[in-house]
């Protein structure tokens, strides 16, 4: 009885932490973290959450027309409405949950805007709103009796009988044990490590998306990938460090590598067109100058405001040698978020019953083809919600049985090769950096169905590194199958 739970949530990022604060507490809930609740993609997250709160100078319907616009019209337009319209009082709700956004003299929220924003509703907390409402949701979530967290647990493989998801979790010292649940949330964040280098922290390899799809669960348009266009200009480590959209927000110039302006030849909203338009001009004007060297230059901005308004990436600059109140910091596009996933409706809801995605790897549609900023936040809490208010009434008729079930292990299980996840990722960056290249993803392909049916059928130890391994080579799977047939 001790493994049994009403609810399972896979997944500490921000979706999954407010999803466990609006569940009834009578539910008895276990929430499952791959490593630290701390270290997710929500707790990176540098720029802030998008809401309408200057209702004198913004209205829900420009929010709605401006994702719609940055996700070139691809969007599920009811899931935007729902986004514009209840995020406003999602974002009262963590505030109230003591999450501190800035304030302007007045007490009121300060706006900041972003790009594909043509309003300032951008609310945050210096330049790690992320992290400060990630913290406030978990001391949170610590307070209630009815949840267990465990940190450091790897989810193996899920199964569902006909009334009972079963989960195969393994924790930090070798030990696999099965909990059981009548109801199922996925909200375990993105795919960023499938490329050479992101912005996304270590746990994203994309392991709930693709337990899903070995699930039978419908996933869609796991191709639209988002490639941030002002990453730190770091070749010697997997995770770039972002700069922020919100620098460019306050008035940070793009320039190329003989130091001029050079968006007016591309696009008329300059540095705040939306990421995939400054992101692809990134690559037309490397094309054009023969250098890929391009910089963000904000010093002809107040020091002082500067180092106050952006202390997170002042700091993480000055370690890399650069003080951005004097100096131009060096950019370039790298792998950042995705818009596709497990395929939801506006409840969460997916194609399997019981179980629910929300977050960065699920498929509301809310995004299109590419990413508002500071949508992700938003969508995480609102969707999330919304999957926590439908189970609230699903669970009263549940019944309070639960079956049991027992994962098969292989018998001579031996270690899985070095060097998979590495040449995966080699693969998706040939295949796909900011735009398809076709030709290398039909022969990355090839390989990457090779490697799939390897890890799928071969008798491996079903450790850390084998999940994270099988994980990646299915989403890689997946997004190229996607490229190829589109």
């Known amino acids: 009885m001790t493994n049994n739970y009403d609810v399972i949530i896979m997944g500490g990022g921000v979706a999954g932490l407010y999803a466990v604060l609006n569940l009834e507490p009578d539910l008895r809930v276990l929430l499952l973290s791959k490593r630290e609740l701390t270290l997710s993609n929500s707790n990176l997250a540098q720029g802030g959450i998008a809401a309408v709160f200057d209702t004198a100078h913004d209205s829900v319907q420009k929010h709605i027309n401006d994702t719609l616009v940055a996700g070139g019209f691809r969007n599920n337009r009811k899931a935007v409405e729902i986004l514009a319209t209840e995020g406003p009082r999602d974002v009262q709700r963590l505030i109230e949950l003591g999450v501190d956004f800035d304030r302007t003299d007045t007490g009121e929220p300060h706006l900041t805007l972003e790009g594909g924003h043509t309003r300032a509703r951008i609310l945050h907390h210096k330049d790690c709103t992320g992290k400060e409402i990630v913290e406030k949701l978990i001391a949170n979530v610590k307070k209630q009796k009815n949840v267990t967290v465990l940190e450091n647990h790897v989810v193996c493989d899920i199964c569902k009988t006909s009334n009972t998801f079963h989960l195969d979790v393994l924790d930090e010292n070798g030990t696999h044990t099965v909990y059981h649940s009548h109801f199922l949330v996925i909200a375990s964040g993105g795919i960023g490590r499938v490329y050479e280098y992101t912005t996304n922290s270590a746990i994203a390899t994309g392991d709930g998306i693709a337990l899903a799809y070995r699930m039978g669960a419908a996933i869609r348009n796991l191709h639209y990938i988002q490639f941030h266009p002002t990453a730190f200009a770091n070749k010697k480590t997997r995770e770039c460090f972002l700069v922020s959209e919100s620098v460019r927000g306050e008035g940070a110039y793009l320039l190329n590598c003989n ?101 960065e790897c699920s498929h509301t549609g809310v995004h299109g083809g590419n990413r508002l900023a500071s949508n992700s936040l938003l969508e995480g809490v609102v969707f999330s919600r919304r999957c926590a208010a439908e189970i609230n009434m699903l669970a009263k008729c549940c019944p309070p049985d639960f079956e049991d079930y027992a994962f098969s292990k292989p018998e001579a299980a031996g270690q899985i090769p070095h060097g998979i996840r590495t040449e995966t990722r080699a693969i998706m960056q040939k295949a796909y950096f900011v735009t398809p290249d076709r030709t290398a993803a039909k022969e990355g392909f090839e390989r990457i169905c090779k490697l799939k049916e390897q890890l799928d059928n071969a008798a491996y130890e079903v450790n850390r590194d084998y999940v994270e391994a099988r994980s990646l080579v299915t989403v890689a799977y997946i997004i190229l199958k996607e490229v190829i047939e589109e």
């Not at 302006?261 to 692809?280: K, N, T």
């Not at 250098?291 to 180092?307: E, N």
């Not at 939801?344 to 809801?349: A, E, F, G, L, P």
């Open 259 to 359: 130091g001029e302006r050079f968006m007016q030849e591309y696009d008329e909203r300059l540095e705040l067109a939306p990421r995939d338009v400054v992101s692809r001009s990134i690559m037309e004007e490397a094309k054009r100058t023969g250098s890929d060297h391009f910089y963000l230059d904000i010093t002809h901005k107040d020091p002082d405001f500067i180092r106050g308004r952006f202390p997170l990436i002042y700091g993480n600059l000055l370690k890399e040698g650069y003080d951005m109140t004097k100096e131009r910091i060096p950019v370039f596009p790298c792998q950042h978020y995705l818009m596709g996933g497990i395929n939801v409706d506006i409840n969460s809801k997916t194609s399997i019953d019981g179980m629910y995605a929300c977050g």
